[in-house]
Structure formats: structure tokens, C-alpha cells
């Protein structure tokens, strides 16, 4: 302005995504440099996520094979943003162990401990690199799930 340049420095405190590869920082490459005994780890620490991402693991599980109830209907894929959500004719309390023990029998652990009210339940399951988040609330005389996912494959069988 009038002949003058100004020279700011922002610094923001939540992260606004991921930052494209041409525009980060140097300081990033530095572990690449010190990789004497570090070389198998910096391969995977060092790879942005856009490249670690679509790697699917051997045994990755496809959402379609979740352990679900026996009842569950009236499925809502969205692969987008990587949720899942169903209907089950079972009351919160009933659905919860329900999907628990199903969910245990195909492998998933119990991640923290699990809320479960009459009104409303949240469940966390980890397996390997995916996770569980799901919530359970009271709809119509059954329950209502819904499933945060990350870490399934999303493409179709």
C-alpha cells in the first residue's frame, strides 16, 4: 500500500487439513536425512497421508462384513464420510450387547469403557488400524445405530 510491503506472519491454532505436498514446510524432510537405523520406520512416518491412505491392508474388512444384529435393516452407507448406520427392532440396552458380543467374536477389543443408558449408548472397537465409534439412541420401539468408521474398505463387493 502506497510503496510500502508488509510482511504478516499467521499462526493458526487448529489445523485447516491437509497441506498440499508442494507447500510443506522443509522441516518435514529432516527424519529422510538421519535415516541410518531409522530406515524402515521413516518410510511410513515420512509418506503423506494421501499415499498411506489408500493402501489397504491384507485383511482389511470391508464394511459390508461388520458383525451387526440379527435385525438390523434399513442400512445408510456413506462412504464419504466413512459412516454406517442401521435400524434394529431391539431396545438400546438389548441392541448394545448385542453388536458387543458380535462385534467381539469377529475380533474387535472393547476400547475404553461403554456408556449404555435406556436412553442412549456410545461403544468404541478398535481391530488392527480400524476403528469403532458407535452410537445407539431409542427410535420407535427399537434403537437407531450409527457407526463412525476408520480404517474399512468402502468399495463395493
Known amino acids: 500500500m502506497f510503496g510500502e510491503s508488509w510482511e504478516v506472519n499467521v499462526k493458526f491454532v487448529a489445523p485447516l487439513g491437509e497441506i498440499p505436498k508442494e507447500f510443506q514446510p522443509a522441516a518435514a524432510k529432516e527424519p529422510e536425512q538421519d535415516a541410518t537405523d531409522k530406515q524402515a520406520t521413516s518410510e511410513s512416518t515420512t509418506e503423506p497421508n494421501e499415499k498411506a491412505a489408500p493402501k489397504p491392508a491384507k485383511d482389511q474388512l470391508n464394511v459390508k462384513d461388520l458383525a451387526l444384529t440379527k435385525d ?86
Open 72 to 157: 438390523a435393516s434399513d442400512f445408510d452407507y456413506k462412504a464419504l464420510v466413512e459412516q454406517l448406520g442401521f435400524k434394529s427392532k431391539a431396545n438400546v440396552k438389548s441392541a448394545c450387547a448385542e453388536l458387543a458380543a458380535n462385534l467381539k467374536g469377529q475380533g474387535w477389543t472393547k476400547q475404553g469403557s461403554d456408556l449404555i443408558t435406556p436412553a442412549s449408548a456410545i461403544l468404541k472397537r478398535k481391530r488392527g488400524d480400524a476403528e469403532l465409534t458407535i452410537f445407539v439412541k431409542p427410535e420407535s420401539g427399537g434403537s437407531e445405530v450409527k457407526m463412525m468408521t476408520e480404517g474399512l474398505a468402502w468399495d463395493e463387493k
